[in-house]
């Protein structure tokens, strides 16, 4: 199961952020996502996670708890729908 998590700190690396979910659970992947032009987090990334009660246990431990004075914000990431794909220009 793919997990959201916004609102982390600008300093979290991907490793801590793979260390806060690990007691609950494997984590196959953390990423925190970073602006391509400076290289800082935007201030959201994802884990996956492959067993998917696991995961949910860790949506429902982790969401609003505080990592580094900032408050998370942890969900599933849901499929794409269409009316969310990126639009192609005209």
């Known amino acids: 199961m ?3 998590v ?3 700190a600008r300093d979290v690396t ?3 952020l793979r260390s806060a979910f690990a007691p609950l659970g494997a984590v196959t992947r953390a990423v925190v996502m970073q602006d391509a032009s400076s ?3 935007k201030g ?3 884990v996956f996670m ?3 009660g696991h995961a949910q246990q860790a949506v429902d431990a982790l969401h609003a708890t505080l990592m580094q ?3 998370l914000q942890v969900n599933e990431m849901l499929p794409m729908t269409p ?3 990126p639009r192609s220009g005209s």
């Open 2 to 4: 793919q997990i959201y």
């Open 6 to 8: 916004g609102n982390l």
């Open 14 to 16: 991907a490793d801590q």
């Open 39 to 41: 290289g800082r987090s």
């Open 44 to 46: 959201f990334g994802f």
């Open 50 to 52: 492959p067993n998917r």
């Open 69 to 71: 004075g900032s408050r």
């Open 83 to 85: 009316h969310d794909a």
